[in-house]
């Protein structure tokens, strides 16, 4: 099975247990019903090609996903003491943020890691010169600025390591669409 099939069937899998998992109900009706509503979507609601290139390296995805994780609590008990702390609301603004990405899928996953963390929301990419803008809710002091762009470094390289290493990287372009 070719690279773009397999996706397809995963992306097909993946709205029908979204499908599944909204009814709350894992019974063969719902299955069947599930796999036609992503049937259709994937029919009339295509998804852009993006061109893949490199492999998945599963240890720095692991540790990928550890890391996310304990950003993401970090940053919920940080959020929730500016809430009850008996002091004023932090400062907040919006950093910029160049980033070393070269794929456009990864890009994208890098600022929806960086959106699921609670504190930031990106606000703008710039897509050609790879530079993101991020709402930051804490840069009160130098060391809260330094220690967002320590823990972004830190994502963007795990991401990196993860999808798409320099030895391996090579742009590729789209394929072509016949139409």
């Known amino acids: 099975m070719n690279r773009e099939r397999a996706v397809r069937v995963g992306i097909l899998l ?3 247990a979204v499908y599944m998992a909204l009814w709350g109900d894992l019974s063969v009706a719902n ?3 599930g796999l036609a509503v992503a049937a259709l979507i994937m029919i009339t609601l295509p998804l852009p090609r993006v061109p893949v290139a490199g492999r998945l390296h599963p240890l720095s995805l692991a540790e990928l996903i550890v890391v996310s994780v304990y950003y993401a609590l970090e ?5 929730a003491w500016f ?10 603004g919006v950093l910029r943020l160049r980033m070393e990405i070269k794929s456009d899928l990864v890009l994208a996953l890098c600022t929806d890691l960086l959106n699921l963390i609670p504190g930031t929301m990106v606000l703008e990419i710039e897509k050609q010169r790879r530079v993101v803008f991020v709402h930051v809710l804490d840069v009160s002091s130098d060391a809260a600025v330094d ?9 963007e390289r795990l991401l990196i390591d993860s ?3 320099p030895a391996e990287w090579h742009l590729t372009k789209p394929p072509e669409v016949n139409r």
């Open 14 to 16: 993946w709205l029908t």
């Open 147 to 155: 220690k967002f762009y320590r823990t972004t470094r830190r994502l």
């Open 83 to 92: 809430a009850i702390r008996p002091a004023r609301p932090p400062i907040s």
């Open 75 to 79: 940053s919920s008990l940080q959020v």
């Open 31 to 33: 299955l069947l019903a």
């Open 163 to 165: 999808f798409e290493r």
